[in-house]
């Protein structure tokens, strides 16, 4: 089967001068991967007419399907409405289709809808409507010549509710038989950089591993991803079990922590519910991050007791109990008082493991025999307790993320020994 080919259009001067980031061609590009449609350009152009035709006829003229995000508001730089209408020879007319779904979202979100304030239901014709579930501007799409077009808003939480609840429909509207899309393969390590991995532990592990398939690194926070794609015909089972025993007792088996894509987050509450386990931190450096990051995850309350943010020293003593003498002589950034830290949470609240940081995030505060960059992270279990001190670099809020990435690999380890 002759696989579909698709092109993506961010658009928005805000883009392109830095004021806000772009999230949205990543859940696009993966919902395409997820359904066998390969991916082979992806644009982002300003809020200009010409250049917005110009990168739409292009990509018409050599994609199967072409998704553009951002320029469907009411504001006067939301142009793509217009540019569409334009590209179709179509005259802008009501749709009853439109004024049916605009109408539906502003009752939804309690407002009323004013047609003289927007032109949500004036839409070219030649040019169709789907829902917005989580906007009032409905998406827009171009079915021609076994081609499609689907033009959605750029705010990411509208676009992400279209992909997960409209797209698939409207994509087999038009393509009626896709291709079953490759299979992947995820190796997630830690503690490892690209370089040693590739170049220094197993120089051969590049080519070893392109004979099961197309190879690919991406560095994660403290680790490396390793993915293998392959067709959909080859059987991924036999594939894993294959790569299991190659890797098992290989150098890098101790820096393989899973076998997936899901999140170490993700991983953590699996886990620790599969072993009715119960959890509790003692934050300082990281602010709360760690309970965040947790908190992310569904079913995390059946696991996860709480986080007691202690960051100023009198807080450590008053709430997790750490000695005065402790603080005063070995420093807050040291392993006695995340050891201490650690303990006091499984005091307060009663936990089977406890995971305290206390670190030096910068810019300020770092010394020579502590710099900033500097982690302690100590934990209290059933088993023993124990710290430890680490070190990293980076700005202040990568070094937040740095720390909290740390605990929790800490953390999997602890759950796995039990």
């Known amino acids: 089967m002759t696989t579909l080919t698709a092109q993506v259009i961010i658009i928005g001067d805000e883009l392109l001068n830095g004021a806000i980031y772009d999230a949205n061609l990543a859940p696009i590009a993966t919902w395409l991967l997820e359904r066998g449609i390969k991916l082979t350009k992806a644009s982002t152009v300003r809020d200009a007419h010409q250049e917005l035709t110009q990168a ?34 179509g005259e802008l007319r009501e749709s009853e289709k439109a004024i049916e779904l605009v109408s539906a979202q502003y009752k939804k979100m309690s407002k009323e809808w004013i047609r003289e304030t927007n032109l949500y239901h004036m839409i070219p014709l030649g040019i169709d409507v789907f829902k917005n579930p989580k906007g009032l501007a409905p998406g827009l799409m171009i079915k021609k010549d076994n081609k499609l077009l689907l033009a959605t808003p750029g705010v990411p939480r509208e676009l992400t509710a279209m992909i997960e609840e409209e797209f698939d429909q409207v994509l087999n509207s038009v393509f009626s038989h896709l291709p079953k899309p490759d299979q992947k393969i995820s190796i997630r390590t830690r503690g490892i950089p690209e370089e040693k991995i590739f170049f220094g532990l197993m120089p051969d592990l590049w080519s070893e591993l392109e004979s099961f398939g197309k190879v690919s690194s991406l560095p994660q926070l403290l680790g490396v991803d390793i993915h293998l794609q392959f067709s959909a015909q080859r059987n991924k089972l036999e594939l894993e079990e294959q790569l299991r025993v190659k890797l098992e007792n290989s150098p890098l088996a101790p820096h393989i922590w899973h076998w997936g894509q899901e999140s170490i987050e993700s991983e953590i509450i699996k886990r620790a519910s599969e072993k009715n386990l119960t959890i509790g931190l003692g934050e300082s450096c990281t602010g709360g991050l760690l309970a965040h990051r947790l908190t992310n995850i569904s079913g995390s309350s059946k696991v996860f007791l709480g986080s007691l943010v202690t960051y100023a020293n009198q807080a450590k003593q008053d709430i997790l109990g750490v000695k005065k003498n402790s603080l005063k002589d070995k420093g807050a950034v040291s392993e006695e008082v995340a050891l201490e830290m650690a303990r006091g949470v499984g005091k307060v609240l009663n936990t089977d493991i406890s995971i305290a940081l206390t670190g030096i995030a910068g810019p300020t505060g770092g010394s020579d025999k502590k710099p900033v960059g500097t982690l302690c992270i100590g934990h209290s279990t059933v088993k023993g307790d124990d710290a430890t001190r680490v070190n990293y670099n980076g700005s202040r809020e990568q070094l937040k993320e740095r720390f909290a990435q740390a605990a929790l690999f800490k953390l999997l380890e602890i759950i796995d020994t039990f």
């Not at 003229?61 to 179709?88: A, M």
């Open 56 to 89: 739409i006829n292009s990509a018409w003229d050599s994609s199967d399907l072409v998704i553009t995000s951002g320029g469907l508001g009411p504001t006067k730089d939301d142009i793509t409405k217009s540019v569409l209408g334009e590209i179709v020879s």
